[in-house]
């Protein structure tokens, strides 16, 4: 008789409110902790690589010190886990779910084929509040809009409480040969980021978290916008990678707001944030094929350009435009960018640029420690309009006023473009005026590029490409 259980870890990187590990570890069976590399999910950046790399490191050791330790594949999952099924003897598997096509589809080929074993898969869910399957409006359909959707998880449902960790995890003493050493299937270590600014691994979900209730919380509703202030909690790259999940968030916000004084509308503006991941993961549940195409089809025919040399200086941080070009840089940089310069940055390629979101999805995809198969197709889709209760096209950020009004004295542009550091406020989002202005420019670091395209003519040719599709 069997007495191995396989707990397949996907973006579920903790201990602690981990259903399937907990599962696991009250089965009284032996657990093998695996992870695998999976050719066919869509491949991670530089940035998330190492991000992984780091937490998989953390998580065997976490899990060493209970009794268990982390296994790593490389290849088809179904293929591993015969292979490990055969060499185990289990009979039972367990992961918790992910919601995208891809994974949807593999996990239920998975799921069949070892029933019809009689080898028992489980799921759990450990990532999000509210399945999405639950979530339906009066016709019986999924929500298209935030607001109405927020309302009735809120009034419906009520999210459970986190689960404990386990104390314990019994190990299987033997060892497989089919196992690969971490390293060998990660990208490489040298991803050109300031990475002492994060500590990826559980621990560093809950140190971030703690950091952000005493600093951030309190003013999260007030100063959200605005990228120079630490008001959000900079908890995505650990929320993607599950370090922490949505139930240990909501449920600590909720004791904090028992206890602590913090005021209604900041606590309910940082968990509806909270809501608005579950909307994207609930959006590409119900339409997997928004991960590539527009959600709304009347942008089918929308008249794309196609500018190599704009795309590259967009991704470069060199477009003229200082708040769009700290953005950039900051990704490039850090691998991460501020939410409200996510916006504006996606906007100017989507709509001063006329280029298609795709490649600036796929460009944040490949850059972004975050880079969630939810949160970055929905936000690509909402700036450009394609997308559910999305900003209409019309809608054009102007890049000058969105920098005058969210980096007033200019701190978070200066810090990532040094060739503006010392240049004079007034001009600081518009430096080409100090140069009709003939003012004496106080360049550093080289020049800084003039605009690679006008503002007011990139905001009427965008209008107008916009009325050719609602015609
Ligand atoms: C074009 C574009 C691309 C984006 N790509 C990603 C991505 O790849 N990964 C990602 O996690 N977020 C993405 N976002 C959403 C948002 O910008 C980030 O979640 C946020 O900036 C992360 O910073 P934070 O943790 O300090 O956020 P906070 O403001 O502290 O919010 C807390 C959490 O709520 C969630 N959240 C916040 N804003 C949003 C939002 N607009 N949509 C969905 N969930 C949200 C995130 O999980 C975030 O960590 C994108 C937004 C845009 C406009």
């Known amino acids: 008789m069997s007495n191995s259980i396989i707990y397949w870890f996907r973006q579920d990187l903790r201990l602690e409110d981990n259903p399937a590990l907990l599962h696991a570890a009250q089965s009284g069976k032996s657990v093998i902790p695996i992870f695998i590399f999976d050719p066919d999910e869509r491949s991670i950046g530089m940035a998330a690589s190492w991000w992984r790399k780091q937490s998989l490191s953390k998580l065997d050791a976490s899990l060493k010190k209970i009794g268990a ?21 289990a009979d039972e598997i367990v992961w918790n779910r992910q919601y995208d096509g891809y994974c949807i589809s593999r996990d239920k080929e998975i799921k069949q084929i070892f029933s019809d ?28 809009v935030f607001t109405p959707f927020w309302r009735h998880c809120l009034s419906e449902y009520a999210p459970e409480s986190p689960f404990p960790r386990p104390t314990e995890v019994r190990g299987h003493p033997d060892k497989d040969p089919f196992q690969i050493q971490l390293p060998k299937a990660l990208l490489s270590d040298d991803a050109d980021l300031t990475s002492d600014e994060w500590t990826p691994g559980e621990a560093g979900a809950y140190q971030q978290f703690e950091k952000f209730i005493e600093e951030g919380l ?21 929320l993607r990678w599950g370090e922490i999940g949505p139930r240990q968030i909501w449920s600590k916000i909720q004791f904090v707001k028992s206890h602590e004084s913090f005021s209604e509308k900041t606590i309910s503006k940082f968990l509806a944030e909270i809501g608005w991941r579950e909307f ?30 704009a795309l590259q200086q967009w991704k470069d941080g060199n477009t003229g435009y200082p708040l769009v070009d700290a953005g950039m840089r900051e990704l490039n940089r850090t691998g991460y960018m501020h939410n409200r310069v996510r916006m504006i940055t996606a906007s100017f390629l989507i709509k001063h640029l006329m280029i298609d979101w795709r490649a600036g999805e796929k460009y944040f995809w490949d850059r972004l420690l975050d880079a969630c198969p939810a949160n970055n197709i929905t936000g690509w889709q909402w700036v450009a309009g394609s997308g559910a209760d999305a900003a209409p096209f019309f809608r054009i950020f102007n890049p000058i006023i969105q920098g005058e009004k969210f980096d007033p004295k200019g701190a978070y542009t200066k810090r990532f473009i040094p060739e503006l550091a010392h240049f004079e406020q ?9 140069k009709s202005d003939s003012v004496k420019l106080d360049f550093q670091e080289g020049e800084y590029p003039d605009p690679i395209v006008e503002h007011e003519y990139a905001r009427n040719r965008a209008l107008d490409a916009f009325q050719q599709i609602r015609r």
């Open 69 to 89: 330790s982390l296994s790593f594949y490389e290849g088809r999952p179904l293929e591993v886990l015969e292979n490990l099924t055969r060499f185990y003897s």
């Open 218 to 238: 309190a003013i999260y509703a007030e100063f959200r916008d605005f990228p120079d202030r630490p008001a959000t909690s900079r908890l995505s790259p650990y």
């Open 280 to 309: 994207s993961y609930n959006l590409i549940f119900h339409v997997p094929e928004m991960v590539t195409q527009n959600l709304q089809p009347s942008f089918n025919d929308f008249p794309w350009e196609e500018n190599e040399k």
């Open 117 to 144: 074993k009689g080898i028992q898969c489980s799921s759990f869910n450990a990532s999000l509040l509210f399945e999405p399957w639950l979530i339906k409006n009066k016709s019986g359909s999924f929500f298209k």
């Open 426 to 434: 007034k001009y600081l989002f518009s430096p080409w005026k100090a």
